[in-house]
């Protein structure tokens, strides 16, 4: 990755997996993700798993939300992390796009206080982290907010008995 203030681009798989491990790392107890299945994220993988496991173990008012074009793809094949929001499901919520939203391929992570990372494409690894920019986060927050309310319930992470 190049440095370039409290900006950093990636170019391949690899710096955007260490742009994420970093992300993760400070996590501050919310985060929001837009993608369009999470199969790229890396967010599946046992490791990363576990550190959401602590951050909403840790944090009392710890929130993922989640909107994505298609989540088939969390629903069956990755099962630690579905796993991870059905125990907390007071703190994960997971959204889908309308229809008409589905062409959007500008995917992104976000966690406050103004940390992001974003993938330009969801065809491509080609995206940039933004840490500690709350000015430059602030239009990717603005979306994710548009992006959620326009979102609709699609996988319940609460089990329900009688």
């Given at each position: 990755?190049?440095?370039?203030?409290?900006?950093?681009h990636?170019?391949?798989?690899?710096?955007y997996?260490?742009?994420?491990?970093?992300?993760?790392?400070?996590?501050?107890?919310?985060?929001?993700?837009?993608?369009?299945?999470?199969?790229?994220?890396?967010?599946?993988?046992?490791q990363?798993?576990?550190?959401?496991?602590?951050?909403?173990?840790?944090?009392?008012?710890?929130?993922?939300?989640?909107?994505?074009?298609?989540?088939?793809?969390?629903?069956?094949?990755?099962?630690?992390?579905?796993?991870?929001?059905?125990?907390?499901?007071?703190?994960?919520?997971?959204?889908?796009?309308?229809?008409?939203?589905?062409?959007?391929?500008?995917?992104?992570?976000?966690?406050?206080?103004?940390?992001?990372?974003v993938?330009?494409?969801?065809?491509?690894?080609?995206?940039?982290?933004?840490?500690?920019?709350a000015?430059?986060?602030?239009?990717?927050?603005?979306?994710?907010?548009?992006?959620?309310?326009?979102?609709?319930?699609?996988?319940?992470?609460t089990?329900?008995?009688?």
């Open positions: 990755m190049a440095e370039h203030g409290p900006v950093r990636f170019d391949d798989r690899a710096g997996r260490a742009a994420l491990d970093e992300l993760l790392a400070d996590c501050p107890g919310t985060l929001d993700i837009f993608d369009t299945d999470l199969v790229d994220t890396g967010l599946a993988d046992a990363r798993v576990a550190v959401l496991q602590q951050v909403l173990a840790n944090e009392a008012k710890a929130a993922i939300r989640i909107v994505l074009h298609d989540p088939a793809m969390l629903q069956a094949r990755m099962p630690r992390l579905l796993a991870l929001c059905e125990t907390h499901s007071h703190g994960v919520q997971v959204r889908q796009s309308p229809r008409n939203l589905r062409h959007v391929s500008e995917l992104f992570m976000l966690t406050p206080p103004g940390s992001a990372l993938r330009f494409h969801g065809d491509h690894w080609r995206g940039k982290i933004l840490r500690r920019d000015p430059g986060c602030a239009g990717y927050a603005s979306r994710f907010g548009q992006l959620w309310e326009l979102s609709t319930c699609c996988i319940s992470t089990k329900l008995g009688l």
